[in-house]
């Protein structure tokens, strides 16, 4: 009975042993029969394939990474040879000590991984080698089930097959994430220690190793830098027990202090800038370019001025608060002889959502005030007015559907007030403008003509004022809406001469592979006369024009540099403005509330240039101290008095100012003077707004504005108390003839002597003059090297100390009597050296 049941029992054991037998093969079977019929990538190729490589935007060194634009993830693919040794030994060491023994797996940890771990209720984990990492970063999603772990188990063998150590191993550096959007060894090296993988110590080496595994949970950056340290600690461990590194190495790297670098907010660096250039390279590229060709931007950014921009903005923004309700401020700065943009400020704080600080304030169209004027005044200059043209600064009306006098009514009636509510009288378009006077610049306006200065706007580079109907005699105040980015490269054109340069972000784009994409071309085109553009940046720069209004020292002076600026505020007080140039750097500045309410009332003086010019400060020392071009304004012989500063009349002669009576020819300059006719009006009476230096118009009324200037201006004359009329002298000076002039003779110099150049020289003269003999000035070579104010006029000089002296020269004596009338002599001066 007992032998009958053993033998049951060995025979179900042996059926139980057989099923099992079978069912292991008919599983194996099925698992063969479904790895072979897997739809899976051709590896046959994929050593060449493309890993999707970061577009990155860098400063104009293109050393300083300003952000990585790939969908927030960094990547940078660098070749096997340029990785450290040392980390390629980490990263064997801590992640796959067998990587150079097995072929793709290891069959005893993939089991646990697949069957052991779940049964613990851990799920799909664990078990990869650096080859299985590769496929699951580079083909399969991360999803944790069975049939997943066994597509990675069979295309790990295969890529084995096909790639061999090295090429594995490059692929799962440059593509194994390191923390936030740092993918790729190249691109945790540089955002942790400022340098290339290549250079990676040991222990720096080690550290990054540690990450991978949990990049979050052991960041430098995070609560737990000392499981880091642990971490980093066995991974050095490993390393010496492997024979990657000697016992030694090991104690220098675990004692090593290493510095990680400081982490930024957001892996961004002047974000207003970045998406700015972002934008452009989408709309020049399209997305999937910017997305997928790996870009390198090389913008024109100067971060160092960036930062210091972002330091006084925000400073000057958060007093502003406080001061005048003003919460955000901008600043761009551009390089006129260029165009390049080097410094781009959208607003205080781009992450502060209190002030919705990521929108941009710089390319944001808002009204300018009276930062508009200078385009007006230079279009009044092209068309034939001068700086010392003159208008009536009083209280005008300039609605031709509104009495001359109404300055009441609103509706369609305008009469502008100045800034201080006063008006001066008679005041010059160069102190109008240095004063940002209103009721001069908007008869400016009317006389250099709406559509002109409207051409002359858009020509510098205003690109918002595209519809004139839109506009009125208001644009000059700034009725329009510009950007900060277009207002400062326009300025900039006055600081180049006349010369306008597009502004631009980019200097260079390469693609991923090295080949040049894009390349910053200068495009220079005049669009301004150099002699007007030197007329606006000598009226800009003219500080004692403008002390009057701004006072001697303002925020607009600076000692010992030429710096031009105008600033800007709109009548309801929502934006401040200033913008100014040096030779070489052209700067604007805004201040205001994004949602558009209203400041403090106060002038734009106040509430942004202390900001501006605290940059400038800055920028100036980092800048060469050029010096503008001063402009050479000839007026011609009969050109209109209104047109030369004269405001009394139109009807001008000239006498000496000694006798009274009219100059001749022999009249000298000293004592010309220029007198009128008495006979005060607007300048509509003296010029046609449409050709000032013609003729006068036959009838003034015949200008639908004379009637609304000259009524304010005939009664400015009779409150105070102007004389007019008079009469042309009948008379001619007697006092400058060719017979009063001095006559002189050289004394002692002979024109066949030779003179030692080192043996002082002293020269005598003769002279006879009606009258007394005031002074005598001596040239050589036309070149002035003395004067001599009491008889008998002899000088004494060292020939070799005169900087022009020659073997053969000439000597020229000039005698000036008390009058001015003047004689001179010369002779042939022979120096021997």
């Not at 080949?515 to 003219?542: C, G, K, M, W, Y």
């Not at 009063?740 to 024109?751: A, G, K, L, R």
Request: net charge negative.
């Amino acid at each position: 009975m007992n032998s009958k049941m053993k033998h049951r029992k060995r025979k179900s054991s042996h059926r139980i042993v057989l099923f099992g037998v079978a069912v292991l093969f008919f599983i194996s079977g099925g698992l063969i029969l479904w790895a072979a019929t897997l739809e899976i990538p051709d590896l046959e190729s994929f050593g060449q394939r493309k890993i999707a490589q970061s577009t990155k935007i860098y400063d104009r060194t293109g050393e300083v990474l300003l952000f990585d634009l790939h969908e927030n993830v960094q990547r940078t693919v660098i070749s096997f040879d340029r990785m450290s040794r040392n980390i390629k030994n980490a990263t064997v060491a801590i992640e796959d000590a067998e990587f150079y023994e097995h072929r793709g797996i290891r069959p005893l940890a993939t089991f646990r991984a697949v069957f052991i771990q779940p049964l613990r209720g851990k799920g799909i984990q664990g078990g990869s080698t650096i080859t299985q990492q590769v496929v699951k970063n580079s083909l399969l999603t991360n999803e944790r089930k069975i049939s997943r772990k066994l597509k990675e188990w069979v295309l790990a063998i295969k890529l084995e097959k096909v790639l061999n150590k090295e090429e594995i191993l490059a692929l799962y550096l440059n593509e194994t994430p390191y923390g936030g959007n740092l993918y790729g060894i190249e691109e945790a090296s540089q955002a942790f220690f400022e340098k290339s993988a290549s250079d990676l110590s040991i222990a720096e080496a080690a550290y990054l190793a540690s990450l991978p595994q949990a990049p979050t949970f052991y960041s430098p950056y995070g609560n737990n830098r000392e499981r880091l340290e642990e971490r980093k600690n066995f991974v050095l461990f490993r390393m010496r027990e492997d024979g990657f590194i000697s016992a030694q190495e090991y104690e220098m790297a675990i004692d090593e202090v290493v510095e990680f670098k400081p982490q930024e907010d957001t892996g961004i660096k002047a974000p207003h800038f970045v998406f700015f250039i972002e934008e452009y390279l989408e709309q020049k590229y399209g997305k999937r370019a910017v997305d997928e060709r790996g870009f390198k931007v090389i913008t024109t950014l100067d971060y160092n001025l960036q930062q210091k921009a972002e330091n006084i903005v925000k400073t000057f923004a958060l007093e502003n608060v406080e001061k005048f309700n003003a919460e955000n401020a901008s600043l761009v700065a551009i390089e006129p002889q260029t165009g390049q943009i080097l410094v781009m400020v959208g607003s205080r704080d781009y992450f502060d959502e209190d002030i919705d600080g990521n929108f941009n304030i710089a390319l944001a169209k808002r009204q300018p005030g009276s930062a508009f004027k200078p385009f007006v005044y230079a279009t009044a200059f092209k068309n034939g007015y001068t700086p010392d043209t003159v208008v009536f600064d009083l209280e005008t009306q300039f609605s031709s559907t509104c009495a001359p006098d109404d300055f009441t009514s609103e509706n369609e009636c305008y009469s502008p007030k100045n800034y201080d509510e006063a008006f001066r009288g008679p005041v010059t378009f160069r102190n109008a403008l240095a004063q940002s006077i209103n009721v001069p610049s908007v008869k400016a306006l009317y006389l250099a003509g709406l559509t002109d200065s409207l051409n002359t706007a858009r020509d510098m580079g205003l690109t918002t004022l595209t519809d004139i109907s839109r506009y009125g005699l208001t644009l000059v105040l700034g009725g329009g809406e510009v950007t900060l980015l277009d207002m400062t490269s326009a300025y900039g054109v006055f600081a180049n001469d006349g010369v306008k340069n597009s502004p631009t972000g980019i200097l260079r784009v390469e693609d991923g592979t090295g080949n040049l994409v894009e390349e910053f071309t200068e495009r220079p085109a005049e669009v301004l006369s150099s002699s007007i553009a030197r007329q606006i940046s000598d009226i800009l720069s003219d500080n004692e024009a403008r002390t009057p209004a701004f006072g001697a020292r303002s925020p607009l002076y600076f000692d010992g540099y030429d710096v031009a600026a105008k600033t800007g505020t709109t009548n309801d007080s929502r934006d401040a403005w200033i913008v100014g140039y040096s030779p070489n750097i052209a700067v604007g500045a805004w201040a205001g509330n994004n949602d558009n309410s209203p400041m403090e009332k106060q002038v734009a003086g106040f509430i942004v240039a202390p900001l501006w010019n605290a940059f400038m400060q800055e920028v100036l020392q980092e800048r060469p101290r050029d010096l503008f071009k001063k402009p050479v304004l000839e007026y011609e012989e009969g050109m209109k008095p209104v047109l030369r500063g004269e405001w009394r009349g139109g009807e001008p002669y000239v006498i000496d100012s000694i006798s009274g009576n009219l100059a001749t020819e022999y009249t000298p300059a000293e004592t010309r003077e220029e007198r009128v006719i008495a006979d005060v009006h607007s300048i509509l009476y003296w010029v046609n707004k449409n050709d000032p230096r013609g003729e006068k118009p036959e009838d003034p009324g015949r200008d639908p504005q004379f009637h609304l200037w000259e009524p304010s201006v005939r009664m400015w004359v009779e409150e105070n108390g102007v004389v007019e009329g008079g009469a042309i002298p009948s008379s001619f000076d007697t006092l400058h003839t060719p017979e009063n002039q001095p006559t002189v003779t050289f004394t002692n110099i002979h024109p066949t002597v030779r003179y030692p150049a080192d043996t002082p020289l002293a020269v005598l003269i003769s002279y006879s003059s009606r009258f007394p003999v005031q002074k005598v000035d001596y040239f050589m070579n036309g070149v002035f090297i003395g004067s001599v104010s009491r008889a008998p006029f002899s000088l004494t000089f060292s020939p070799r100390a005169i900087q022009n002296i020659e073997s053969k020269n000439t000597l020229r004596a000039v005698v000036y009597d008390l009058v001015f009338n003047k004689g001179n002599a010369e002779t042939d001066l022979m120096i021997d050296f």
